[in-house]
């Protein structure tokens, strides 16, 4: 076969540019670390690679999205446990003020206090996060929740909504907390009211009558009514039923003698046999726990208030005040749940995340030491190649007769 001097040139030509394009591949990777950068290169691969990437990149946002609820759950903790320490305090002043030794400068001064610290929750209550979102309006971020109106009463403007952050594919966490629930609804201290003439109907034990209250009020019936009736003895006996008409407590009877029932002290005016006496628990009410404080307030400043009253109103603050807490104490412990949840949230998600990245690093990024010993290759025939043609193209006849 006849080669002619076109053909060497173009087959060394060709070979080199074979081998410089293996160069320039094996320098890419090099330099990129990345085994290929086009799909055309490897489909399949560069399909993998851009599905890996894309979860990558959502745990990215995840993390940011839980840094952001961390931030804000970290800032209700510390509102809350601001609001908590105030209540405390708030409460002290109101047993403080609970002593017969109390003039009225004292009161006053007591009142005046009580007035700070009212003060100072009603600004807590309105904070903002990092974000400048109002925390406790519920979805209403934008709208200050707690307002004074004219009448000088507390009142919540926000609504019972929360806003929830994706933190993971599969979980969203609330970031914040209503306060509609947290400092709105607050029980206040709950009652028993006599229904007939000859009874008298008092708390005794307060905490004791609040779980019978929580156990035994049923807001669908019309009245949550009790009947006393006294039986000729000896031994003189009453008998207390519901109702329905069900025996729940029996005993000893003296006409004007306290009756124990459940933290309630009745008292009968009648002797034994006379007509059945009937009681029943006050309908529920919940109201701001700074509407509470208001009413303290004016109790303390009121110079006519009688020493009975007085005492109702400081069974009624200590109550409401204690069940205010109540609230925060639970709104605390939800919070610190939620960034318990968070914390291994994100725990989970670092792990999967590393995954990913390993293997889109197995799918995608080029082995060094392949690519190297590919590029030492690669160069070493390119020599070999340049010399070849060098020896090849000086095989001509002018050559040989020189």
Known sequence: MRITTNMIYDRNLATMSKVSERQNTAYNQLMSGDK????????????????????????????????????????????????????????TLIQKANSSAMGSEERSAIASELEGLQKQMFDLMNSKNSQGEFIFGGNQSKTQPFVKDASGNYVFQGDTGQRSIQVSPTVQIPANDSGFDLFEMVATRRTASATSANIKVGVGDQGNFESFYRNNYDSSLASNSFTVSTLAGPPDTYE????????????????????????????????????????????????????????????????????DDFQLAVANATTHMDNARTKIDRGQGDVGSRLNSLEQVMSSNDGLSTLNQQARAKVSEADMYEVIAALSKEDAAMSASQLAFSKISKLTLFDYIR
């Not at 690679?49 to 894309?54: I, S």
């Not at 609001?83 to 405390?88: E, G, K, R, V």
């Not at 029996?250 to 009745?266: P, R």
């Open 36 to 91: 290929f950068t086009r799909a055309g290169e490897d489909p399949s691969g560069m399909s993998q690679k851009m599905a890996l990437t894309k979860e990558i990149d959502l745990f990215k946002q995840y993390s940011v999205n839980g840094s952001l609820l961390e931030n804000s759950l970290g800032h209700e903790d510390t509102v809350l446990t601001s609001i908590n320490t105030a209540m405390l305090s708030a409460k």
């Open 240 to 307: 207390i039923k519901d109702s329905g008409g069900t025996l729940v407590q029996s005993g000893d009877y003296s006409a004007g003698n306290k009756i124990a029932f459940n933290g309630l002290e009745l008292t009968l005016d009648q002797p034994a046999g006379g007509a059945d006496q009937t009681f029943a628990l006050d309908a529920p009410k919940n109201d701001n726990v700074l509407n509470g404080m208001s009413d303290f307030i004016s109790a303390l400043r009121d110079p006519n208030i009688s020493a």
